[in-house]
């Protein structure tokens, strides 16, 4: 299983980014996908997820209401919808997903910058 990210860059805060993650196999072997970011000298963090059945969605509070995670079953494709970003944001993002086996992986992440 390989997961893809894309779509990363540089953009000027309050400017917007989408990024995609491709899954080399069926969607639906994964019970959960989601994304993560690491800030330099920070820990890894969760930004948001979904549960790939349902499209239920869960949100770290301060990207509430400017992100959006989607996915797309028929395409593999896990997509987050970067809003009104800010200076903080910036980070690499990481995309995960958990297979009903309860294996986890990860892409080789993708980095994002918002000037200010």
């Known amino acids: 299983v390989q997961l893809v990210e894309s779509g990363g860059g540089l953009v000027q805060a309050g400017g917007s980014l989408r990024l995609n993650c491709a899954t080399s196999g069926s969607m639906s072997s994964f019970i959960n996908m989601g994304w993560y970011r690491q800030a330099p000298g920070k820990q890894r963090e969760l930004v948001a997820s979904i549960i790939t059945n349902s499209g239920a969605t869960n949100y770290e509070d301060s990207v509430k209401g400017r992100f959006t995670i989607s996915r797309d079953k028929a395409k593999n494709t896990m997509y987050l919808q970067m809003n009104s970003l800010k200076p903080e944001d910036t980070a690499v993002y990481y995309c995960?997903?958990?297979?009903?086996?309860?294996?986890?992986?990860w892409g080789q992440g993708t980095q994002v910058t918002v000037s200010s």
């Open positions: 995960n997903a958990w297979s009903i086996g309860m294996r986890t992986y």
